[in-house]
């Protein structure tokens, strides 16, 4: 059985080269694969209105629903730029979607598997923001808002999260913060963690255990993404097959 986990792809354009290179990346997976979890901000911004504003992501779903079409089991953790994420993956592309953190066995191992945007306890605004905007109102203002909304919300967003991250990034150890929280797994019995949201690259043990860590990176300009085989979870990096001319 593989499972490959992939997120914070981030995607804009369909002209830029994390975008192409996901396609292509999604396409040699067809057939190949049992099982893909996007664990959140595939995309730079997604909210399920009732008509699909974002055409511009075609490309991207239709992989998507070849993979599933090929028995792919797809597994969607939403992050905090895609959400809501409606009825496009729950109904078109059958994918199993989780709004929050979950546990599961896979190849025998317990793993909590998260965005990793709740992981950081101290990051109140950010905790306060999640929750208004998962809120009951906010989902049913959705039915409501024009789709030409869409654009000046994801704009907002985009300016917001992009100094917010860099700034976010100083004042926190990312990497102790995935080990702390780690370490609180572990005595939970877990087996292992897997995560996106910190945009690093992290495939390590606990010291003296068993315990994974696996952080995704991220497929913007790392390529980064997770594969488990046989019970064992690693971090690989993607470079594209070579084709005959």
Known sequence: MR???????????????NYRLLVRFLNELEGEVDALYIMGDLFDFWLGFPSNPFRQYDAILNALENLVLHGCRLVYFEGNHDFHLGTIFSHRLKAEIHTGPAIETLQG?????????????????YRLLRYVLRAPPATACLRFLP?????????????DS??????????????Q???????????????????????????????ESAFAILSLGDWMTQFTYGEMEEGELRLKSYSPRLTAP
């Open 3 to 17: 499972v490959v986990f992939i997120a914070d792809a981030h995607l804009v354009s369909p002209e830029d080269a």
């Open 109 to 125: 191992k317990r793993l909590y598997l998260c965005h990793g945007d709740q992981i950081n306890k101290d990051d109140y605004l």
């Open 147 to 159: 789709p030409s909304w869409a654009e000046k919300i994801r704009v907002l967003l985009q300016k």
């Open 162 to 175: 992009k100094s917010g991250y860099m700034n976010k990034k100083c004042r926190w150890d990312y990497r």
């Open 177 to 207: 913060i995935l080990t702390d929280f780690a370490k609180f797994m572990y005595i939970k019995k877990i087996d292992g963690l897997v995560t996106g949201h910190f945009h690093i690259a992290i495939n390590e043990k606990l010291p």
